[in-house]
C-alpha cells in the first residue's frame, strides 16, 4: 500500500510554470506506475499523464503535450510533473495517482486503473 501527499500548486500567470511533487510512502514505491489527473470546477476528473514503474515510458494527454513533464525519483519515493507555458484552462485540483506496475510498460490513463491518489493541490492560472 502507499500514500500519496501532493505540493507545489499555487497560482501563476498565464505562461508561467509551476511544479507539482508527489511524495509516497509506504513500500516498493519503485513498483508502481504513476499518473497525474486534473478537475476543474464543473467538469470530470481527466487525465494528464503517466509514467511507468522505472521512469522509462511516459504518455501524456493532448492538451498538455510538450507543455508538461513527468518524471519520478525512485530514491527520494517522489514523483514530479513540471508544467511550463501554462494557460488559464489548465486551472484545476491536480491529483497523483498510483498503481501496481512493477515490470509493466502498460500506459494507465483511466481513473479506473488506479488503487491509490493524493488528496490534490489547486493551481490557478490567472490571464
Known amino acids: 500500500q502507499v500514500q500519496l501527499v501532493e505540493s507545489g500548486g499555487g497560482l501563476v500567470q498565464a505562461g508561467g510554470s509551476l511544479r507539482l511533487s508527489c511524495a509516497a510512502s509506504?513500500?516498493?514505491?519503485?513498483?508502481?506506475?504513476m499518473g497525474w489527473f486534473r478537475q476543474a470546477p464543473g467538469k470530470e476528473r481527466e487525465f494528464v499523464a503517466t509514467?511507468?514503474?522505472?521512469?522509462?515510458?511516459?504518455y501524456y494527454a493532448d492538451s498538455v503535450k510538450r507543455r508538461f513533464t513527468i518524471s519520478r525519483d525512485n530514491a527520494k519515493n517522489t514523483g514530479y510533473l513540471q508544467m511550463n507555458s501554462l494557460k488559464t484552462e489548465d486551472t484545476a485540483v491536480y491529483y497523483c495517482s498510483a498503481v501496481w506496475g512493477v515490470l509493466s510498460n502498460r500506459y494507465y490513463r483511466t481513473e479506473d486503473e488506479y488503487d491509490y491518489w493524493g488528496q490534490g493541490t489547486q493551481v490557478t492560472v490567472s490571464s
Open positions: 509514467i511507468n514503474w522505472s521512469g522509462a515510458n511516459t
Open positions: 509506504g513500500r516498493d514505491f519503485g513498483s508502481y506506475a
